[in-house]
Antibody, heavy 120, light 111 residues
Framework: ELHLVESGGGLVQPGGSLRLSCAAS????????MSWVRQAPGKGLEWVAN????????YYVGSVKGRFTISRDNAKNSLYLQMNSLRAEDTAVYYC?????????????WGQGTTVTVSS | QPVLTQSSSASASLGSSVKLTCTLS???????IAWHQQQPGKAPRYLMK???????NKGSGVPDRFSGSRYGADRYLTISNLQSEDEADYYC?????????FGGGTKLTVL
């Protein structure tokens, strides 16, 4: 069975850092693009970043460029999101997601999410 | 970059049918879209994607009550024989130049 399990969320002060992890199982992790999507309290889904299978290409939403870094370790079937210079507006549930990349690219598997709260 | 427009809310009675709409912005009417369901307090769940051929392909375990259709720039998610567990937020998603775009979501209330 396909599983994505996020961890690493928590309470952090503005300007602080946090590293999220996502452990994948049930599929060949190294053959899929992966992404991070977040959801602020009471709001909709917002794409944050994604990464190619081998980690050679990475893309970010404008509001996190220069502050967040997406990475992966295919040997450990794991996806990461390093978040620096955190702001109150980064407060959200962060979801790890698998991307079916091809002619019909779309998200097809979601994790359960991890909550990040940025507050003093 | 494409914009996906969804109505903020919809409602329908238990046992009836409802059709949710996701509209692609001008110049992006042939983009692939996917539908996701998010029940209250839960993570999103993938429902289906529209293929370039115009047909749709559902995710594993998605009930037959869920179906898709399209007309021009509009992509529809139809839920038949509404159940209480269908009360949820529904999001459409598309991709462009390796970036991901979500619609604002439709909150479906089952009366």
């Amino acid at each position: 069975e396909l599983h994505l399990v996020e961890s690493g969320g928590g309470l952090v002060q503005p300007g602080g850092s946090l590293r999220l992890s996502c452990a994948a199982s049930g599929f060949t992790f190294s053959t899929f693009w992966m992404s991070w999507v977040r959801q602020a309290p009471g709001k909709g889904l917002e794409w944050v970043a994604n990464i190619r299978q081998d980690g050679s290409d990475k893309y970010y939403v404008g509001s996190v460029k220069g502050r967040f870094t997406i990475s992966r370790d295919n040997a450990k079937n794991s996806l990461y999101l390093q978040m620096n210079s955190l702001r109150a507006e980064d407060t959200a549930v962060y979801y790890c997601a698998r991307v079916a990349y091809g002619s019909d690219i779309h998200t097809d598997v979601w994790g359960q999410g991890t909550t990040v709260t940025v507050s003093s | 970059q494409p914009v996906l427009t969804q109505s903020s809310s919809a409602s329908a009675s238990l046992g009836s049918s409802v059709k949710l709409t996701c509209t692609l912005s001008s110049g992006h009417s042939t983009h692939i879209i996917a539908w996701h369901q998010q029940q209250p307090g839960k993570a999103p769940r993938y429902l289906m994607k529209f293929e370039r051929s115009g047909s749709y392909n559902k995710g594993s375990g998605v009930p037959d009550r869920f179906s898709g259709s399209r007309y021009g720039a509009d992509r529809y998610l139809t839920i038949s024989n509404l159940q209480s567990e269908d009360e949820a937020d529904y999001y459409c998603e598309t991709w462009d130049s390796n970036t991901q775009v979500f619609g604002g979501g439709t909150k479906l209330t089952v009366l």
